[in-house]
Structure formats: C-alpha cells, structure tokens
C-alpha cells in the first residue's frame, strides 16, 4: 500500500509532466526528438512544420477527444520544450518559469481551437529564449545547480549533494550561487518550494500538514512561517482568497 507522502509525490510528478498515462496516440519517438533538437537549434521554420506534422498523427480527430487530454497532451509537450530549452542554453529558472506561466495558461484553455493557437505560441516563445540564452548572467555550474534544485525539489536537499551534482566544492557553490542568484541556496530552495506547493493549495484539498511535509519544511508552522515571508499570505489565507478546495483538517 502507497504511503499518503508517496502518493502526493506521484500526485507532484504527475502535475509536472501531467499524465503521460494519457489515452491518446503519442508521436512517435524520432519526431518527438527531430522537434526537441529543432528547438535547441533555434530553427522556427522546421519545429513549427514538425509540430504540424506530429499533431496529423496524433490528434486526428480533435472533435473524439476530450478537452482533457488535449491539455494534458498539451503540457507534456510544455514540460519536452523546457528541458530542449534548457539544453539549448537557457537558463532553467527561467525555463521553468516560461513552464510554469503556460501550465497555467493551459489549465485556462476551454477549446481544442484554443489548444491549437497556444500551441505555437508557446513554440515560438521557447524558441525565442533560447534566441536570448547568451545574455543569461549565470554561469554553467550556477545553471546546473538550479535545474538540479528544480529536479530535486521533493528531496532532502543538502548542499553537499547539489555540490557533487555540480562537480565543485561546497563552498565554492555557496559563494557562486549567493554571488550569481543574489539569494542563498536555502533560500532559493524555500523561495521555490513555496512557490511548487501554491498548485497543491490551489487544486487540492490536501491538508497544510501533509503540503509542508511532502516539500521537506520540518513542520506546518515553519512551513507557514516561510510561506508568509514569501506571499505574504499565510498557506490558508492564500487557498480561502483563491477559492481552492477546503482545507483538510490535520
């Protein structure tokens, strides 16, 4: 039997890559790759014709699919844009914020027409970071460590693991993280925890409790305490001002 924290972790992996269980034909694996690598290359003209091409084999017809899936299909391709992204140069905070702000643009969508448009847009934006990866200040150690941080998020981070990840000392990645960032790993790492477990306050009627263990703050009130510092909100005046589902009690 799963535990309650392992099933929230599957819950968390599923909203990042969201449901690659999906019911409907996935383009095949040379394609799929051929328009990762056009987006790494920049090349606007063969991803978007690629993409044309993926969706006449895997989206015929859209009126037999439900919204739902579309949108899911829809982000797993948003999660396969960022990582190409990423490897194209662009820096994975910022890859991962582009990510984030078009998870939520999807999830607003409310027709497959809308899916279609949204679609290149958010190609041609991607494409377009990467166009803009030169003028990124971090260096490749501090870009590492940040999409080591964001793959990572659910773990029990220490700064010497992220250090071995990153092939340097520890403390010579706690200089140039604080040098580069502006922040302190630790507090990066709390600045995106909270910001990782706003969905689960927004979509979930999960407890507050069960939230701060699964992102690793070693109790509810610390967790809030972080989660103030940040939004200035506390974790349940934030889910009663959005309207999310009711809090679960502890």
Same mark, same amino acid.
């Given at each position: 039997?799963?535990t =309650? &924290?392992?099933?929230? =972790?599957?819950?968390?992996?599923?909203?990042?890559?969201?449901? !690659?269980k999906?019911?409907?034909p996935?383009?095949?694996?040379?394609?799929?790759?051929?328009?990762?690598?056009? /987006?790494t290359? &920049?090349?606007?003209?063969?991803?978007?014709?690629?993409?044309?091409? /993926?969706?006449? /084999?895997?989206?015929?017809?859209y009126?037999?699919?439900?919204?739902? @899936?579309?949108k899911?299909?829809?982000?797993?391709?948003? %999660?396969?844009?960022t990582?190409?992204?990423i490897k194209?140069?662009v820096?994975?905070? %910022?890859?991962?914020?582009?990510?984030?702000?078009?998870?939520? $643009?999807?999830?607003?969508?409310t027709?497959?027409?809308?899916?279609?448009?949204?679609?290149?847009t958010?190609?041609?934006e991607? #494409?377009?970071a +990467?166009? &803009?990866?030169?003028?990124?200040?971090?260096?490749?150690?501090?870009?590492?460590?940040?999409t080591?941080l964001?793959e990572? /998020?659910?773990?029990?981070l220490?700064?010497?693991?992220?250090?071995?990840?990153?092939?340097v000392?520890?403390? *010579?990645?706690?200089?140039?993280? !604080? $040098?580069? +960032?502006?922040?302190? #790993?630790i507090?990066?790492?709390?600045? &995106?925890?909270?910001?990782?477990?706003?969905?689960?306050?927004l979509?979930?009627? @999960?407890? =507050?409790?069960? =939230?701060?263990?699964?992102?690793?703050?070693?109790?509810?009130?610390?967790?809030?305490? +972080?989660?103030?510092? *940040?939004?200035?909100?506390?974790?349940?005046? *934030?889910?009663?001002a #959005?309207?999310?589902p009711p809090? !679960?009690e502890?």
């Amino acid at each position: 039997m799963l535990t =309650i &924290k392992q099933t929230m =972790i599957d819950q968390f992996m599923s909203m990042r890559i969201h449901n !690659k269980k999906s019911h409907h034909p996935h383009p095949s694996y040379l394609l799929e790759q051929q328009l990762l690598e056009a /987006i790494t290359r &920049k090349d606007m003209d063969r991803a978007s014709l690629l993409l044309n091409h /993926i969706n006449q /084999i895997s989206r015929v017809p859209y009126a037999r699919r439900k919204l739902r @899936t579309l949108k899911n299909s829809m982000i797993s391709l948003c %999660t396969l844009f960022t990582r190409s992204a990423i490897k194209g140069g662009v820096n994975p905070e %910022t890859a991962f914020q582009l990510n984030e702000r078009y998870l939520q $643009k999807i999830e607003d969508l409310t027709t497959a027409q809308a899916i279609r448009q949204l679609e290149h847009t958010m190609l041609e934006e991607f #494409i377009q970071a +990467v166009e &803009k990866s030169d003028e990124l200040p971090y260096s490749p150690v501090i870009n590492k460590a940040i999409t080591y941080l964001h793959e990572h /998020i659910l773990s029990d981070l220490t700064l010497e693991d992220i250090a071995q990840a990153c092939y340097v000392s520890p403390s *010579y990645l706690s200089h140039l993280f !604080k $040098k580069e +960032v502006g922040l302190s #790993i630790i507090q990066f790492i709390n600045e &995106k925890r909270v910001e990782e477990s706003k969905y689960f306050l927004l979509h979930t009627s @999960t407890s =507050i409790a069960d =939230i701060a263990r699964l992102f690793q703050f070693c109790n509810q009130s610390y967790y809030t305490s +972080v989660f103030k510092k *940040y939004v200035q909100q506390t974790p349940k005046q *934030y889910r009663e001002a #959005i309207g999310a589902p009711p809090l !679960k009690e502890c």
